[in-house]
T-cell receptor, first 112, second 114 residues
């Protein structure tokens, strides 16, 4: 079984809709991250969390919110989706000591 | 502030030829440096990392990278390309304490020609 899972893997939604992307991990890591990937731009950090009570904004947090429901779960929400939020979204985890991040398979989101 | 520059958004090599993917970084503190690979429709997988130990770092699948402080570079190499190496490669920099946030480069797509 995969250590970091993301649901859904693909989603098409309409402008103005609320959508939630979910991430779960079985690695036992405290740190979790949400990134978006756009062609030619690499990965940009949206939010990160070092534990359930510690949530921080990344480089591009506007239009997004997150919830850390448990150590193993970190959800990303788009309150009112817009077309320029069409992208590939990745969740990642880290244990903080090695500074290595482990990525989920990604969610491809299309906003029409 | 930290930043990463990957020179060449697309690189093509023949099968069996040397692979060289370039990464230059900027950091005001000693950095951690990483190379990740992304195969089509998959997440990112760690190839190798530099954490201030040996300057020549060996990773998976025959890849290695050399940290050169004087050139602020961390180029990725592989002596002989395989068709299976075709993927997108990302260089990332992180600070060694505090937030450990990654700053990613824009990626280099490697194409291997038969």
């Amino acid at each position: 079984d995969a250590d970091v899972t993301q649901t859904p893997r693909n989603r098409i939604t309409k402008t103005g809709k609320r959508i939630m992307l979910e991430c779960s991990q079985t690695k036992g890591h405290d740190r979790m991250y949400w990134y978006r990937q756009d062609p030619g731009l690499g990965l940009q950090l949206i939010y990160y969390s070092f534990d359930v009570k510690d949530i921080n904004k990344g480089e591009i947090s506007d239009g997004y919110s997150v919830s850390r429901q448990a150590q193993a779960k970190f959800s990303l929400s788009l309150e009112s989706a817009i077309p320029n939020q069409t992208a590939l979204y990745f969740c990642a985890t880290s244990d903080g000591s090695s500074n290595e991040q482990y990525f989920g398979p990604g969610t491809r989101l299309t906003v029409t | 502030a930290q930043s990463v520059t990957q020179l060449g958004s697309h690189v093509s090599v023949s099968e069996g030829a040397l692979v060289l993917l370039r990464c230059n970084y900027s950091s005001s503190v000693p950095p951690y440096l990483f190379w990740y690979v992304q195969y089509p429709n998959q997440g990112l997988q760690l190839l190798l990392k530099y954490t201030s130990a040996a300057t020549l770092v060996k990773g998976i699948n025959g890849f290695e990278a050399e940290f050169k402080k004087s050139e602020t570079s961390f180029h990725l190499t592989k002596p002989s390309a395989h068709m299976s190496d075709a993927a997108e490669y990302f260089c990332a920099v992180s600070d060694y304490k505090g937030t450990y946030k990654y700053i990613f480069g824009t990626g280099t797509r490697l194409k291997v020609l038969a």
